[in-house]
């Protein structure tokens, strides 16, 4: 989860991960996000994604809390949706920006079926997380 929520911030460096031969495609993504991308010099891609790691792990915690994801599940480092709306304003936005974003989240549907663990796994495609201890 916290691999894909990086790439759907910092869409511009999709560019950098290993992808399957039949998903190259969506290399073009990080062009069309260039226009996303900060001024002046970034951290490397690890260095972000590890300074992420304790708001990720809040947003999913106020997620669990709000049952938007299931609390149980959660408990053990598991990531599952429940039926909870998104009302209000902040649904609209939601659907809103999902709507105008579809390629990018067509991208990372792709993502989350690539195994987590092992040598072409997402770890050690992304090279965010170290995956040479992986056991597979």
């Known amino acids: ?3 894909l929520d990086f790439y759907l911030l910092f869409p511009f460096r999709i560019e ?3 992808l399957r031969r039949e998903d190259r495609k969506y290399r073009k993504l990080a062009g069309e996000y260039e226009k996303n ?3 002046g010099d970034q951290p490397e891609d690890r260095n972000v994604f590890a300074r992420m790691e304790p708001m990720q792990l809040c ?4 997620l669990a ?3 938007f994801i299931s609390p149980e599940k959660w408990t053990t480092a598991e ?3 429940t039926s909870e709306p998104v009302l209000g304003a902040l649904g609209q936005r939601v659907v809103e920006i999902n709507t105008q974003e579809a390629d990018l989240l067509d991208f990372l549907r792709v993502l989350a079926s690539y195994d987590l663990l092992g040598p072409d796994g997402l770890k ?3 090279a965010l997380l170290e995956a040479r201890y992986d056991a597979i």
């Open 65 to 67: 809390s709000r049952r």
């Open 79 to 81: 990531v599952v949706t």
């Open 124 to 126: 050690a495609r992304s």
């Open 37 to 39: 991308k900060p001024y």
């Open 59 to 62: 947003a999913l915690d106020t």
């Open 1 to 3: 989860m916290r691999i």
């Open 16 to 18: 950098g991960i290993r």
